[in-house]
């Protein structure tokens, strides 16, 4: 008895052990002891954001992932940061430049992207081609038109840092800094960029309520046969269904865009559908900063755009030359009523 | 008091016996340990030529010179096949760097006592790990082996120069990526690695000149930039993964 007792301990024991060190293995890593684990406050309207089980969040990551997106630590001449071109006042675009300048004072190719509900989105950059929030974070650092910098060279600096080591030891443990911990802690920041206080969705709470001229924008935005803007720009709580799409901007693309990824053809001049929070905020418009206005951009998909192989069938389908100027002059009417004040000057956003 | 004496001796008693017992079932000399280390070293070369860096001194099938500048390669989910078809997987994610000789072993620990006759691996990241930066050790973005842009490891890069038809040194590139070229690698053990409580080397020939002879000999006055880029690397990618099968083969134990 007392032997089977002993032996049953003994099985126990190991099966725990194994198990324990399986885990380990397999690492998805818990939040390190006497972190504060957040909460993301998700405001009405909005969905519930998915946060990846290995990256965690707590208020000491978020706070880390910050002080890193402002810290010019992580480009190749240490002047610039996440922050130079993100911008919180543009809802984290760079100003009104069409490419922003690098450190080498090159501009890139593409309009600076705005940080905003990005726990939504799957996948990143204008043409998805970061597979994760987390992945995206090494590109522009890496990018010779942008930060320029090696990670070899900024986990350098950051382990040799007076006070970085510590910080990132107590988030997420082990004794040196890695690339893996630099692109969580930021992307834990980035995770808080919420925004969902906008008029749009005061209204929508039934806390106020639209001008006849925007109520009118509402309806040629979701009117299949004025705006039809909601197919793509999905109503009500992200404004975007983060799919490719080539709405007809070039005959030819210049940039193969989503096609680049894929390394399939028939998305080539495809692009991500950007969300249109705060949209008043983030010009110029398109992939490229090509369209200064919002007038510009409705007029694109008025009149404007031109036929290619894989022109969206929403598009294809479209009659050209829809609406009137006063249409488009409603719908700019109730894009403006995206926009979130309270987002823009939220304290905690600010370095 | 006297039953307790008894009791005693009696325990002492059988005790001893047992242990006599056991002493004579045991085995005179030091039992050997269940398992052992096996350090699985790859050796890479171009047909017998240790890799030296930045010298003009290879030539391949097709009759180019080369140098190489750089050649890594990931070996990862190596499986151990003892003879009786059981297998011995690894998990591992190790990226073999020619120019470093520390970095070209795999380490597989407590491999358990057995007759192993083939080993299995891949070249390559498979897919559920291919698309994630935010990972350590081998896959650790500062190794310089993932893309930012479009996050996905590259399996296997050989940087370089060749000797073109007018005798002008060009650069050669070959990133073998995207999960297409994922690449599965089996090699018999011609002779079997048999491990018995004693710690082990596997030595793997690594032949870079065999990587570019399918299905013809690769002119590198023709094929010298391929970075998997584009769907128009898609055939190169296939002859690829068909020329690795004799790329790896199996040298010796020890």
């Not at chain 1, 003994?10 to 198990?19: A, L």
């Not at chain 1, 030819?252 to 969300?275: A, C, M, Q, W, Y």
């Not at chain 2, 370089?160 to 053990?189: C, M, Q, W």
């Not at chain 2, 690769?218 to 690829?240: E, G, K, Y």
Request: glycine content about 6%; overall charge neutral; proline content about 5%.
């Amino acid at each position: 008895m007392m032997n089977k007792l002993i032996i049953g301990a003994m099985v126990c024991f190991f099966v725990i052990s194994f198990q324990f060190g399986c885990k380990k293995k397999e690492a998805t890593p818990a939040i390190e002891q006497g972190l504060t684990p957040y909460t993301l406050q998700i405001p009405a309207g909005l969905p519930d954001m998915q946060i990846p089980s290995d990256n965690p969040m707590t208020v000491e990551g978020i706070a880390l992932g910050k002080q890193l997106f402002f810290d010019p630590i992580l480009s190749g001449d240490n002047t610039m940061a996440c922050a130079s071109c993100h911008r919180q006042s543009f809802s984290f675009t760079d100003s009104n430049l069409q490419f922003s300048i690098g450190i080498d004072h090159l501009p890139g190719t593409r309009n600076a992207m705005p940080l905003v509900n990005l726990g939504y989105q799957k996948q990143f950059f204008w043409d998805g081609g970061a597979a994760n929030l987390e992945s995206q974070v090494i590109g522009p650092i890496q990018n010779p038109v942008e930060m320029h910098e090696t990670l070899v060279n900024a986990l350098a600096e950051l382990n040799a840092h007076p006070t970085y080591p510590a910080l990132f030891k107590n988030v997420f443990g082990g004794d040196k800094i890695e690339t893996a911990m630099v692109m969580k802690a930021i992307a834990q920041f980035e995770r808080t960029l919420i925004s969902g206080n906008s008029k749009y969705d005061q209204v929508k709470l039934g806390k106020g309520s639209f001008t006849p001229q925007e109520q009118r924008g509402l309806n040629w935005f979701t009117d299949l046969n004025k705006g039809d803007c909601a197919h793509c720009h999905v109503i009500g709580s992200t404004f975007s269904d983060f799919e490719y799409r080539n709405t007809g901007l070039d005959s030819i693309p210049v940039d193969k865009g989503r096609g680049r990824i894929s390394l399939n053809t028939t998305d080539d001049g495809k692009f991500k559908t950007p969300s249109l929070r705060n949209i008043a905020l983030t010009g110029p418009y398109m992939h490229d900063g090509r369209f200064k206005t919002l007038e510009e951009c409705i007029q694109h998909y008025n009149v404007g755009y031109k036929y290619a192989d894989n022109l969206d069938p929403n598009l294809v389908n479209a009659k050209k030359g829809r609406l009137n100027p006063a249409d488009v002059q409603d719908i700019i009417a109730f894009l403006n009523t995206l926009t979130d004040t309270e987002f823009i000057n939220n304290p905690k956003f600010k370095k | 008091m006297k039953f307790i004496k008894i009791t005693f001796m009696a325990f002492i008693a059988i005790v001893s016996i047992a242990s006599c017992k056991k002493k004579k079932t045991e085995t005179p000399a030091p039992q050997l340990p269940p398992t052992a280390n096996v350090a699985i070293q790859f050796e890479n070369q171009v047909d017998g030529q240790a890799i030296e860096l930045g010298k003009m001194q290879y030539t391949n099938a097709a009759g180019n010179k080369y140098q190489i500048d750089l050649l890594k390669y990931y070996i990862t989910n190596v499986v151990l096949v003892k003879d009786d078809n059981t297998e011995l997987a690894l998990k591992n994610y190790d990226l073999i760097n020619a120019a470093d000789l520390s970095t070209c072993v795999v380490n597989a620990l407590a491999v358990p006592n057995a007759n192993y006759t083939k080993i299995k691996f891949n070249v390559g990241i498979p897919q559920d790990r291919n698309h994630n930066g935010a990972q350590n050790g081998d896959l650790d973005p500062a190794m310089g082996m993932i893309w930012d842009w479009n996050t996905g490891y590259v399996f296997f890069k050989h940087e370089g120069k060749y000797t073109n038809s007018a005798n002008a040194v060009k650069s050669l590139i070959f990133h073998y990526a995207t999960d297409r070229a994922l690449t599965p690698i089996e090699v018999p053990l011609t002779t079997a690695l048999n491990v018995n409580g004693v710690d082990k080397k596997l030595f793997i020939k690594f032949n870079l000149n065999n990587l570019y002879t399918t299905p013809t000999n690769l002119d590198f006055n023709i094929d010298n930039n391929h970075q998997s880029s584009s769907s128009a690397d898609f055939p190169w990618i296939d002859n690829m993964k068909l020329s690795f099968a004799d790329v790896f083969q199996f040298d010796k134990t020890e």
